[in-house]
């Protein structure tokens, strides 16, 4: 079955970073786009960011441009979330999930997720 295993998360100060990872199983990683969600406590589920099959796009929040960077390794199966100057709002648990779709930025277009790491920024 297919399996979408993020890890990376932890805690970190403000203005610090951190690099999630994704690794995928159980599927055929280079048909899929990839896209990471987070969802803080008490708050909906909101897109971060997403790249194409081929790595020749990618889309970000305005909550995170020019502060986070997706990547993917279609060798490794992997999609990466590079995090830089963390804010404490930033707060919460990061998922990835893939679609097939070519809608990116809406939670309900992604086919798989997986089940989350948490990330916590103590200012």
């Given at each position: 079955?297919?399996?979408?295993?993020?890890?990376?998360?932890?805690?970190?100060?403000?203005?610090?970073?951190?690099?999630?990872?994704?690794?995928?199983?159980?599927?055929?990683?280079?048909?899929?786009?990839?896209?990471?969600?987070?969802?803080?406590?008490?708050?909906?589920?909101?897109?971060?960011?997403?790249?194409?099959?081929?790595?020749?796009?990618?889309?970000?929040?305005?909550?995170?441009?020019?502060?986070?960077?997706?990547?993917?390794?279609?060798?490794?199966?992997?999609?990466?979330?590079?995090?830089?100057?963390?804010?404490?709002e930033?707060?919460?648990?990061?998922?990835?999930?893939a679609t097939?779709?070519?809608?990116?930025?809406?939670?309900?277009?992604?086919?798989?997720?997986?089940?989350?790491?948490?990330?916590?920024?103590?200012?």
């Amino acid at each position: 079955q297919v399996q979408l295993v993020e890890s990376g998360g932890g805690l970190v100060q403000a203005g610090g970073s951190l690099r999630l990872s994704c690794v995928a199983s159980g599927l055929t990683f280079s048909t899929y786009a990839m896209g990471w969600f987070r969802q803080a406590p008490g708050k909906e589920r909101e897109f971060v960011a997403a790249i194409t099959r081929s790595s020749g796009s990618t889309l970000n929040a305005d909550t995170v441009k020019g502060r986070f960077t997706i990547s993917r390794d279609n060798a490794k199966n992997t999609v990466y979330l590079q995090m830089d100057s963390l804010k404490p709002e930033d707060t919460a648990v990061y998922y990835c999930a893939a679609t097939s779709s070519g809608t990116y930025i809406y939670s309900v277009k992604y086919n798989y997720w997986g089940q989350g790491t948490q990330v916590t920024v103590s200012s």
